[in-house]
């Protein structure tokens, strides 16, 4: 049921930019796209969402393709304690706004 | 941000008997909350919807008689794995959201790992 897919790890230096890509090719118009991460045996945590434009908070920032096919998130300054599974969701619409998980990509952040 | 805590965080249990994890809300009211679970490197699967005050709906291929969901209050949700065999040991998340703040967002437990001898 994901409609995302993700490459299966990444890595990255310490204190470079980390940017994770994901495909969401057949995402539909009011369809938003989340962004969790789960550092291991934790619950996830929330990251970011958007719906078309780019949006930045405290944490990062998400690109959204003009198309809304893909979109990249941004970690600025990545740290070792960023080092986790990142996952891209679209949200599905009514049904209780349900998530369904992709495989997400293991971002390692090497010193 | 809103905060879910789940109960135990960890539990091991013989084959045959029955086991209750609970999910609760700290900070908001959780109209929805969400049962997933997931096994070693592998992702969440959705098993659950569960709405207060109404019966739970089960993804495709969830038995609906050994994960029983319960939710009673806007703050509270249980999941019982029903005579565990060792193949249900996993870890089991779970989820909420809420109709006011955090709207758009769900915020997840810390999980519950389940090993069945």
């Known amino acids: 049921d994901a409609k995302t897919t993700q490459p299966t790890s990444m890595d990255c230096a310490e204190g470079r930019a980390a940017n994770l890509p994901c495909n969401h090719s057949?995402?539909?118009?009011?369809?938003?796209v989340y962004w969790y991460r789960q550092i291991h045996s934790q619950g996830p945590q929330y990251i970011i969402h958007?719906?078309?434009n780019n949006e930045t908070n405290e944490m990062a920032s998400l690109i959204i393709t003009e198309d809304r096919k893909s979109s990249t998130l941004i970690l600025p300054h990545a740290t070792l304690r960023d080092t986790a599974v990142y996952y891209c969701?679209?949200?599905?619409?009514?049904?209780?706004?349900?998530?369904?998980f992709g495989s997400g990509t293991k971002l390692n952040v090497k010193p | 941000g809103a905060v879910v805590s789940q109960h135990p965080s960890w539990v091991i249990c013989k084959s045959g008997t029955s086991v209750k994890i609970e999910c609760r809300s700290l900070?908001?009211?959780?109209?929805?909350m969400f049962w997933y679970r997931q096994f070693p490197k592998q992702s969440l699967m959705l098993m659950a919807t569960?709405?207060?005050?109404?019966?739970?709906?089960?993804e495709q291929g969830v038995e609906k008689d050994k994960f029983l969901i319960n939710h009673a209050s806007l703050t509270l949700s249980t999941l019982t794995v029903t005579s565990a065999h060792p193949e249900d040991s996993s870890f089991y998340i779970c989820?909420?959201?809420?109709?006011?703040?955090?709207?758009?967002?769900?915020?997840f437990g810390p999980g519950t790992r389940l090993t069945v001898l």
């Open positions: 958007g719906l078309k």
């Open positions: 900070d908001f009211q959780a109209t929805t």
């Open positions: 057949t995402i539909s118009g009011n369809e938003y």
């Open positions: 969701i679209v949200r599905v619409l009514n049904n209780f706004n349900k998530f369904y």
């Open positions: 569960s709405n207060e005050g109404s019966k739970a709906t089960y």
């Open positions: 989820s909420a959201r809420t109709s006011g703040r955090g709207y758009n967002e769900q915020f």
